[in-house]
């Protein structure tokens, strides 16, 4: 396909035809006062911001950079930190959650138990087994 060229004249008419309509700010043109008015309002609180609360993976995860369990953007499965709230402390790395009705973004306490180990939790789904002396926490006890 051959590439498209264009004269000088028609690079001219259409520099004039585009002049003035270009505004980085929001694509649009606004006069100097509705401009600052809108900086000011960008100052403020972000209208996407949700609080630090978003999903990933189908889990909610919360926006907590001086955790010690959160990820290098700062995020900490909002799961793990209820947890580690009621236990007084963060839960360690091994230390596995489980859903029980699988639904991952129910982070309801009475739908939560935390195994040991992630072998632990791997045991109830392949064989339904579930021993106490491996829960660390146990989500049913609460209603």
């Given at each position: 396909?051959?590439?498209?060229?264009?004269t000088?004249?028609?690079?001219?008419?259409?520099?004039?035809s585009?002049?003035?309509?270009?505004?980085?700010?929001?694509?649009?043109?606004?006069?100097e006062?509705?401009?600052?008015?809108?900086?000011?309002?960008?100052k403020?609180?972000?209208?996407?911001?949700k609080?630090?609360?978003?999903?990933?993976?189908?889990?909610?995860?919360?926006?907590?950079?001086?955790?010690?369990?959160?990820?290098?953007?700062?995020?900490?499965?909002e799961?793990?930190?209820l947890i580690?709230?009621?236990l007084?402390?963060?839960?360690e790395?091994?230390?596995?959650?489980?859903?029980i009705?699988?639904?991952?973004?129910?982070?309801?306490?009475?739908?939560?138990?935390?195994?040991?180990?992630?072998?632990?939790?791997?045991?109830?789904?392949?064989?339904n087994?579930?021993n106490?002396?491996?829960?660390?926490f146990?989500g049913?006890?609460y209603?």
């Amino acid at each position: 396909m051959p590439v498209k060229t264009f004269t000088d004249e028609h690079k001219r008419k259409i520099s004039e035809s585009q002049k003035g309509s270009h505004n980085s700010f929001y694509g649009h043109k606004h006069s100097e006062a509705t401009r600052k008015k809108l900086r000011a309002k960008r100052k403020g609180k972000r209208p996407s911001w949700k609080g630090g609360r978003v999903k990933s993976g189908g889990y909610i995860m919360l926006f907590k950079p001086n955790h010690p369990s959160a990820n290098k953007k700062g995020y900490i499965p909002e799961h793990r930190f209820l947890i580690g709230e009621v236990l007084g402390h963060p839960l360690e790395k091994q230390n596995e959650v489980h859903h029980i009705n699988n639904i991952r973004d129910d982070n309801r306490f009475s739908n939560l138990i935390a195994f040991i180990t992630r072998g632990k939790h791997k045991a109830l789904h392949q064989w339904n087994y579930i021993n106490p002396k491996d829960i660390i926490f146990d989500g049913r006890s609460y209603t």
